[in-house]
């Protein structure tokens, strides 16, 4: 069963290598695709996962269907890159699945352009406002190793109500 790395597990701090084109399509990609949608399914609150989450150092994240009536299934973005972001920033409250329990507002761009590739290789570009906007900004800064507890303000440890 994977489990999700938690703060300060070292992964979680390097820069994710790039997935060669030619590896995309490849058994070893697709499990570890298989197991962060996995572990993204079994967190209830949670609306993506990167794969240094899961102790891969790879440029791969995974938005959950969920987070937005945009996604028709749980999207994979391969290489992931932002190629537009809005000028307009809101402190908006932020969470992850890598820092349990702990809170605080971090400051993003309400809309960002994603050009990615999907599980089988073929390139696309997504534009996202509100949380889907916040989901790549934060999905992007783990595969840089960057943390949202990096730039949050307020952080509290809030954990689950028993």
């Known amino acids: 069963m994977t489990t999700i790395v938690q703060e300060p597990n070292q992964v979680l701090r390097r820069t994710a290598a790039q997935i060669a084109m030619s590896d995309i399509d490849t058994e070893e990609i697709k499990d570890i695709i298989r197991e962060m949608k996995v572990a993204l399914s079994r967190e209830a609150d949670g609306v ?95 595969l840089n190793g960057i943390l949202f507890i990096d730039k949050a303000t307020g952080v509290q440890d809030i954990p689950p109500e028993k």
């Open 48 to 142: 993506a996962i990167a794969a240094p989450q899961i102790g891969h150092s790879m440029r791969i994240f995974v938005v959950a269907k969920r987070a937005s009536k945009q996604l028709k299934d749980d999207t994979v973005f391969i290489n992931p890159e932002i190629i537009r972001i809005g000028k307009k920033k809101e402190e908006l409250s932020e969470g992850c699945l890598s820092v349990r329990w702990k809170y605080g507002l971090v400051k993003r761009a309400t809309s960002a352009t994603v050009r990615a590739y999907n599980a089988h290789g073929n390139e696309f570009v997504m534009s996202g406002r509100g949380l889907l906007a916040q989901i790549f900004q934060h999905e992007i800064d783990h």
